[in-house]
């Protein structure tokens, strides 16, 4: 493995690594005690059902999740990270809710590979879908626990008991009461569960479904929230600056630290590849990085920004078929015309606040590295393979991330920082600075999609023929009523530099699902165009989809859709996109000054339905998060590069939305609470950029086929009009 | 080398330091002020905002030589004892955060645009914090938390 592809190794060798046997836990843990029981994590899954093939499942044993201190506080334990989607108030209310305690009573833990269950990671809008079942299932499993030791102690059956707020009492004698706490100090319990017992149901819920404050608001607002570049291990901490190519792909020829060495203080390491300065004060390592004089090698792949479309046609590898159903050819003779368009994608950084960080402290040989990451775990066993340690000599903790948006997934700074401090004996500190930020994003790719559909004579969709380079399958497949089409997909969203892209691409919120949206609406707007017939209304009569027309009917009502055909100058469109099992439909109202081709986007409306809504506030915030984190790939960023050297450095460049960007908002959630819950934190950005694309139809009859869309774009698709 | 004295969240202090070093970093690593954080290094994304002499700066393009004599003012220093300053208190009762990082700069940026302008509009305070970048996109409830926060404020300076 070459260094250069660290952050790509998402490691993922599952639950070998889970940090703690039985023993080890209880002494973790020893202020209070633990309920052990076992749950068959296949079971908790059931409700989801969406455990993905070949990924290893959580630990079977429930203590791992919860713990019950002799105070009565529950403290929740969790693999998850808390990045601003907010599941450090939702999983507690999921635990809560399912154990019958006070919501005030839970304490949570996340993202510490000594006390909390293993994980994979933070991504895919995961953490209430598939991970929330798991965890309702061990609470309701501990409830049930406590409820047989409480018959025991009240001498009464299970069935004649009631329990609130942690405190058991017979239904019969209200007298006889006794709280989980009473009946866990001073033991330990080792209990198996005949029977699995029910999840509550929507009926019943008192806290699912509720906003409580955040608890993440008060740290947040006082600055007193901690994030790893705030972490200061016993000892103090050296910061360090590591020399990177200018290019990827470049390799080191010859490097001289003379200069930097001279200044006072300053500490200079190299390893291998690795060259670094270290110094107490930031600014001073920066100094010193910049007298480290290095020539390098450089072996940059003759591609840019504009040539990596034709790039991609030449060296693309045979795509796979993801999805079809009759013949391309047969919808090819029912149509009248056959409609081919490409649609282009740009390269997208992920560019969080927060740059990737770490700081990492050795003691008595066990490696700590308090990280932003996204992924834990992944980032443990990182560490173990670089440094050659047993799982029992690194530690990972999680504090606060400054946003991830699926780039912290790759945490090549933890790696970084342990290994520094192995080296130095010193607690060390590895913070970006923004050029490194930049650099070492794993960008969501650039992508080009063609497109050939058509309708027949009674103007519904017959063919569709899409082929995807490099978006993925995510989102690709369509969803309308088409008997003749076929889906290809060549190209994935994830991968390091190789043939195809001259620097890493990754997870960047919902992986490709917004380049495919992008095409996928684009085209079925052409399509209703042709067909003389209003956007929503073609939508409509190629759907059967209920989720799928229920939205799009609810989108219309909010926004207050009148029907007609684009273009109609009123700047109005319509997208929609299936995520993470979530449906949305978005509309939007844009204004474009042709003279300068700026795009204000005035109105979005969303119609969301994401089954069981755990926390409708949260839903809500990431709804607005989504559309407004959505508007950069789809009018201003785009990251400019020159074979292996990334040009955009900082946000003077790369531009990112802005409050002078916002438009309004407005969502609304669909009442499916009987559903499973489905993804809240990506899907709503899906179709951003194709619903101001048809806006922008509408408004100026000219299409963009390409994002981000510029003002230079504009005017240019405004010349060609 | 030289001493710098200045006023820093109400307090007289004294350091012996290089006064070109970024305040940003003096703050962090120095005086142990992790609430201001580092986001770009070039004062283009405003993490950094402090308030010095009740006007916004970025910390990391302001030399601590320069703040010699002057009120400097950090998210830590906003609160008065446990009471939240309106800023924070609309902040957090709107849930105008995500990650949270932004945050303590988004707020220092919005005292000094509203003890300029204690009844600014909503354009005006569009515009005063159009520097600042959020990546989660949470600016609709910045927006609404300001705008609920100012007629507490007052104008007011802590």
């Not at chain 1, 009573?105 to 995961?126: N, Y």
């Not at chain 2, 109400?10 to 962090?28: A, N, Y």
Request: charged share 25%.
């Amino acid at each position: 493995m070459r260094p250069e592809d660290l952050d790509n190794e998402l490691v993922v060798d599952g639950p070998t690594t889970f940090p703690v046997d039985r023993r080890d836990f209880v002494k973790l843990t020893a202020s209070g005690l633990l309920i052990f029981f076992t749950v068959d994590p296949a079971s908790a899954l059931q409700e989801g059902e969406r455990q993905p093939a070949g990924r290893p499942g959580y630990p079977a044993d429930v203590n791992a999740y919860l713990h019950i201190g002799p105070d009565g506080r529950v403290t929740c334990f969790a693999g998850k990270i808390e990045m601003g989607q907010g599941p450090m108030t939702a999983l507690p209310q999921l635990l809560a809710e399912e154990l019958d305690v006070a919501l005030g009573s839970v304490d949570i833990v996340l993202g510490d590979t000594d006390l909390c269950p293993w994980d994979m990671g933070t991504f895919g809008s995961l953490t209430i879908r598939q991970f929330g079942p798991v965890l309702r299932q061990a609470a309701a499993e501990a409830r049930a626990v406590l409820l047989q030791l409480a018959a025991e102690r009240l001498g009464v059956h299970v069935e004649a008991l009631a329990v609130k707020a942690g405190v058991v009492t017979a239904t019969a004698d209200p007298k006889k009461t006794v709280t989980y706490a009473q009946l866990t100090e001073g033991r330990r319990i080792e209990r198996k569960l005949e029977g699995k017992p029910v999840l509550k149901t929507p009926k019943t819920f008192t806290v699912i479904g509720s906003s409580p404050l955040r608890r993440d608001a008060i740290e947040k607002v006082t600055g007193r929230a901690k994030y790893a570049g705030d972490i200061v291990p016993p000892g103090g901490v050296l910061h360090a600056r590591i020399l990177r190519p200018p290019a990827h792909g470049a390799t080191l020829a010859q490097v001289d630290t003379s200069a930097a060495e001279k200044i006072a203080g300053v500490k200079v390491v190299r390893d291998g590849d690795m060259v670094a300065v270290l110094h107490e004060h930031r600014d001073v390592a920066d100094k010193a990085l910049g007298l480290v004089r290095a020539e390098w090698t450089r072996h940059d792949p003759p591609v840019d920004d504009k040539t990596i479309y034709d790039h991609f046609l030449k060296t693309a590898p045979a795509g796979n078929a993801v999805a079809g159903a009759g013949s391309v050819e047969a919808g090819e003779k029912l149509v009248a015309e056959v409609i081919d368009r490409t649609y282009y994608d740009s390269y997208v950084a992920h560019a969080p606040i927060e740059p990737h960080t770490a700081v990492a402290a050795v003691e008595n040989g066990k490696v700590t590295i308090w990280a932003g990451t996204q992924t834990p775990f992944p980032v443990k066993n990182q560490v173990m393979q670089a440094l050659k340690l047993p799982a029992d000599k690194v530690r990972v903790i999680t504090p606060f991330v400054g946003g991830g948006f699926g780039g912290k997934s790759a945490t090549r700074q933890g790696v970084e920082a342990a290994r520094l401090a192995m080296l130095t004996g010193k607690p060390v500190r590895v913070v970006f600075s923004r050029e490194e930020e930049f650099f070492y994003d794993t960008f969501r790719p650039a992508a080009l999609i063609r497109i050939r559909a058509g309708i027949d004579a009674s103007k519904a969709m017959a063919l569709w023929d899409y082929k995807v380079y490099c978006a993925g399958e995510r989102g690709a497949a369509q969803f309308y009523n088409v008997a003749n089409h076929r889906t290809v997909v060549t190209g994935g969203w994830s991968g390091s530099s190789g043939d195809l892209h001259p620097f890493a691409i990754g997870p960047w919120r919902a992986p490709g699902a917004s380049s495919n949206a992008f095409a996928r609406e684009s085209h079925v707007d052409v399509l209703a165009a042709k067909a003389g017939v209003d956007p929503v209304d073609f939508r409509l009569r190629n759907l059967t989809d209920a989720r799928m027309t229920r939205v799009l009917n609810t989108a219309a009502r909010k926004f207050g859709w009148s029907p007609k055909a684009a273009p109609s100058s009123r700047g109005v469109g319509v997208a929609c996109g299936i995520d993470a099992d979530t449906y949305v439909a978005l509309m939007a109202e844009v204004a474009v000054d042709k003279a300068s081709g700026h795009v204000q986007v005035k109105r979005v409306v969303c119609a969301q339905d994401m089954g069981l809504v755990v926390n409708p506030e949260g839903a809500l915030q990431q709804i607005e998060g989504s559309i407004t984190m959505g508007l950069g790939y789809t009018l201003t960023e785009e990251m400019h590069f020159k074979g292996g050297e990334v040009l955009d450095r900082n946000f003077d460049t790369y531009e990112l939305p802005r409050f002078s960007s916002l438009p309004r908002i407005e969502a609304v959630l669909i009442d499916a609470q009987d559903a499973p819950a489905h993804g809240g934190g990506e899907p709503a950005i899906v179709p951003v950029g194709a619903v101001v694309a048809n806006a922008i139809f509408d408004a100026i009859g000219a299409r963009l086929e390409r994002m981000p869309m510029t003002p230079a774009r504009i005017k240019e698709a405004l010349a060609k009009k | 080398m030289r001493l710098v004295s200045f006023t820093l969240n109400g307090k007289p202090t004294r350091l012996t330091v290089d006064e070109d070093r970024p305040l940003l970093w003096v703050l962090r690593d120095d005086l142990g002020l992790t609430g201001t954080k580092f986001g770009c290094g070039e004062a283009v994304c405003g993490a950094c905002t402090v308030v010095v002499n009740n006007e916004a700066v970025r910390s990391c393009a302001t030399r601590i030589g320069d703040v010699e004599g002057r009120r400097v003012l950090t998210i830590e220093g906003l609160a008065t004892g446990d009471t939240l300053h309106p800023l924070q208190q609309a902040f957090a009762r709107h849930l105008a955060f995500q990650c949270g990082y932004c945050t303590p700069g988004l707020i220092m940026g919005a005292y000094a645009a509203l003890l300029k302008n204690p009844k600014a509009t909503r354009a005006e305070i569009v515009k005063d914090l159009d520097a600042h970048l959020c990546r989660c996109g949470t600016h609709v409830r910045v927006l609404q938390a300001i705008e609920e926060a100012a007629p507490a404020m007052k104008g007011v300076a802590r």
